[in-house]
Structure formats: structure tokens, C-alpha cells
């Protein structure tokens, strides 16, 4: 009984997250990606994690066997105000509410107020859809979606790291705009938080593993 209950909620699951998905590719319109995403939060939207919502926030998810010898990297994407996860999954593929490899694990919450003022004329520019129903945050974030799904993805130098640190360019988010792939692996190292024990387990569990078998080999191995 209780495995069917289990594979009962398991098909529920991802029968919400069929619904839920949306999927970007080759999008010229920003609007069209502002419509699709429907009214702002405004600061309204909690952590939800046994739906995968996390407002304002950098989230990832581990990358084997990368994220195995390096914790910080993986895959990542970026939320809206409704926590919403909106990720570049391949080439000219972006996809909202339903990130690549299923749940988040790591979460790095962000200051929708720390946007930079210097943005405002980006801002006018993405302001002919919603009206005041539609907070910046979420502009700025259609935008990088928008932008991300006329391009061609790339391990290596053009991915899912990107397309979340481009994003936070256009915004000029905490008035900086030259975050990288680089800056958001030690930004999620000294910022990140585990998406309950789960989330811990499945990020760091392996990388952990990894350290004690190696340690204790050289333990024994100086015996």
C-alpha cells in the first residue's frame, strides 16, 4: 500500500510539473515570455521546496561527476518572483518551471531591491507589458530567458552559469555587471543553502565521500 501511495504521488508530481512547464526557443518577443509568466509576486511568494519554489533566488543542481569533485559547480538557473525556476537546458532551450535534473538542491536567495539604479532606461524599455503588474525582478529575468533562447548551448563557454550570470548583468544586480561563471561558483560557496537534507545529501554527499575515501587511503597507506 504504501508503495503505491508513493508511486501515486510521484505520478501526481509530474503530472503537475507537465502542466506547469513552459517551454522557450527562438523567442524574439520579451513580452511574450512576460505574459507567459503572468503577474509579479511583489514579495507575496514563500519557499515552497516540496514544490521546487524558491522567489528571488540562484538555484542548482549537482552535475556528475563535476559537482562531485567540486561541489559548487553544476547545473544552474535562475528564479522569478513566484520562485519559479527558469533554466537554459540546450540550444536555443530555455524552460521554465521544470529545471533540467528535477529538484533544486542548492539555493542562493537575492535582494530583488539590490537591482542597480543605473538599469532604469533597460527597464522602460521592457515596460509595455503588465503594466505595474509585472515588478522589475521578473522583466529583467524574461529578458536573460529571452535572450538565452536564441542561443546555442556550449559546455564550456556558453551554458547555464552564463545565462544566470548574464542575467544578473542586466539587472546590475548589488551595482556590479561582470558576474561569470567564476563568480557565481564562489557566490553559491559562501551563500548557498541546502535545500533541506535532501538537498545537502544529493549536493555534497558524494563530494564528501570522495574526501573521506581518499583521506583514509592515505592514512593507511602511511601506515
Known amino acids: 500500500m504504501k508503495t503505491n501511495f508513493k508511486n501515486q ?26 505574459s507567459a509568466m503572468g503577474p509579479s509576486s511583489r514579495g507575496k511568494s514563500s519557499i515552497d521546496m516540496s514544490q521546487n519554489r524558491y522567489p528571488y533566488s540562484i538555484v542548482v543542481q549537482p552535475f556528475p561527476p563535476l559537482t562531485w569533485c567540486l561541489p559548487t559547480i553544476g547545473h544552474m538557473g535562475i528564479t522569478d518572483s513566484r520562485g519559479r525556476v527558469i533554466d537554459f537546458q540546450g540550444p536555443y532551450a530555455m524552460v521554465m518551471d521544470n529545471m533540467m535534473l528535477g529538484s533544486v538542491c542548492v539555493y542562493v536567495p537575492l535582494n530583488p531591491e539590490k537591482i542597480s539604479k543605473s538599469t532604469l532606461s533597460e527597464r522602460d524599455q521592457l515596460h509595455s507589458t503588465g503594466g505595474d503588474q509585472i515588478e522589475d525582478w521578473d522583466r529583467f529575468v524574461a529578458k536573460g530567458a529571452q535572450e538565452y533562447s536564441n542561443r546555442c548551448h556550449n559546455l564550456i563557454c556558453d551554458n547555464c552559469n552564463h545565462h544566470v550570470a548574464h542575467t544578473l548583468n542586466l539587472m ?27 538537498g545537502f545529501l544529493v549536493m555534497y554527499g558524494p563530494f564528501i565521500a570522495i574526501c573521506v575515501i581518499v583521506a583514509f587511503s592515505v592514512l593507511f597507506a602511511s601506515v
Open 9 to 34: 504521488e510521484r505520478e501526481r508530481e509530474r503530472e503537475r510539473m507537465r502542466r506547469s512547464t513552459v517551454f522557450f526557443s527562438n523567442e524574439r518577443d520579451t513580452n511574450r515570455i512576460l
Open 172 to 198: 546590475g544586480y548589488n551595482n556590479y555587471r561582470h558576474w561569470g561563471m567564476f563568480q557565481l561558483w564562489v557566490y553559491v560557496l559562501l551563500h548557498g543553502k541546502p535545500a533541506g537534507t535532501r
